[in-house]
C-alpha cells in the first residue's frame, strides 16, 4: 500500500541548530514533493515544492532535497528560532490515470519545538 | 494571512444531522480543494472543484458533497453526520487544477459532531 512517513514524534531542539526533518514514502512516483508548515488551530501554509528532477532547492533559511532513488525528502531549517516552532507536513501529488487529474496527500507531519 | 476564509469558525452538531461549510477563495482562484484533518492527521483529500464541476474526489463516501459558485466560492456539505466526521476542515484555493500550484489555505472549521 502506499505510505507517506513522517516522525511522529516531536523533534526538539535549541535556538540556532539546524532542525531536520524527514519525509518517506513508498509506493509513490511523485512528480513533485511539497512542504508546509502548520501552527495549532490554524490551516497549513505552503513553503517549498521541489520537482522529481530537482535534488535541492533553498528558500532563505529553509533548504528541502528530494532523493527519488531512496523515496525520501530532507527538511532542514538552518539558524532555527522559537518562532520556527509548528508542525511540518510534507505532500506528495498522486494522478489518476486518464484524467489529468492530481491530489496532493499528506503526511501526518512532525512537530518542531525550538527552545530558547 | 492567504485570503482564504471560512465560515463558521467551530460547530456543534448531533449524530444524523447535516451541515454546511462555506469557503470563498483567494481573488483570481479557480480551482478549490476541501481536506479533512482529524486530530494529529495529515489533512485528506476529500474532493477538488474547477471551474464549478466536481475535478476529483477522495475516498469519502457519497453523503460528502459540494458547490462551486461562479464567483468561485465554495461549499462542503456532509449529510447523516457521524461520530468520526468531527475534524478540522480546511478548504484550500489555487489558481488552477495541477498539484504543483501552489494551494492556499483558509483557517479551517472545527466540526464536532456528539
Redesign the interface.
Known amino acids: 500500500s502506499q505510505k507517506?512517513e513522517q516522525n511522529s514524534e516531536a523533534l526538539n531542539i535549541q535556538e540556532g541548530k539546524t532542525a531536520t526533518l524527514t519525509c518517506n514514502y513508498t509506493n509513490y512516483s511523485p512528480?513533485?514533493l511539497?512542504w508546509?508548515r502548520q501552527d495549532p488551530?490554524?490551516?497549513?501554509?505552503?513553503l517549498l515544492?521541489i520537482?522529481e528532477n530537482e535534488k535541492e532547492k533553498r528558500k532563505e533559511r529553509l533548504k528541502v532535497t528530494f532523493d527519488t532513488t531512496l523515496k525520501q525528502s530532507l527538511f532542514h531549517i538552518t539558524a532555527s528560532q522559537p518562532a520556527d516552532s509548528a508542525t511540518y507536513?510534507c505532500?506528495l501529488?498522486?494522478?489518476?490515470l486518464n484524467?489529468g487529474?492530481?491530489?496532493?496527500?499528506?503526511?501526518?507531519?512532525t512537530r518542531l519545538l525550538v527552545s530558547p | 494571512e492567504?485570503g482564504?476564509t471560512q465560515s463558521p469558525t467551530h460547530l456543534i452538531k448531533t449524530r444524523g444531522q447535516q451541515v454546511t461549510l462555506r469557503c470563498s477563495s483567494q481573488s483570481g482562484h479557480n480551482t478549490v480543494?476541501w481536506?479533512q484533518q482529524a486530530l494529529?492527521?495529515?489533512?485528506?483529500?476529500i474532493f477538488?472543484y474547477y471551474r464549478e464541476e466536481e475535478?476529483?474526489r477522495?475516498n469519502f463516501p457519497p453523503r460528502f458533497s459540494g458547490l462551486q459558485f461562479p464567483n468561485y466560492s465554495s461549499e462542503l456539505n456532509v449529510n447523516a453526520l457521524e461520530l468520526d466526521d468531527s475534524a478540522l476542515y480546511?478548504c484550500?484555493s489555487s489558481e488552477d487544477?495541477?498539484?504543483?500550484e501552489?494551494?492556499?489555505?483558509?483557517?479551517?472549521t472545527?466540526l464536532l459532531v456528539l
Open positions: 507517506i512528480a513533485y511539497q508546509y488551530g490554524r490551516g497549513p501554509v505552503f515544492l520537482r507536513l505532500a501529488d498522486k494522478g489518476f484524467t487529474f492530481q491530489k496532493l496527500v499528506f503526511g501526518t507531519g | 492567504t482564504v480543494s481536506y494529529g492527521q495529515g489533512p485528506q483529500f477538488q475535478n476529483g477522495g480546511l484550500a487544477r495541477a498539484s504543483r501552489t494551494q492556499y489555505f483558509g483557517p479551517g472545527r
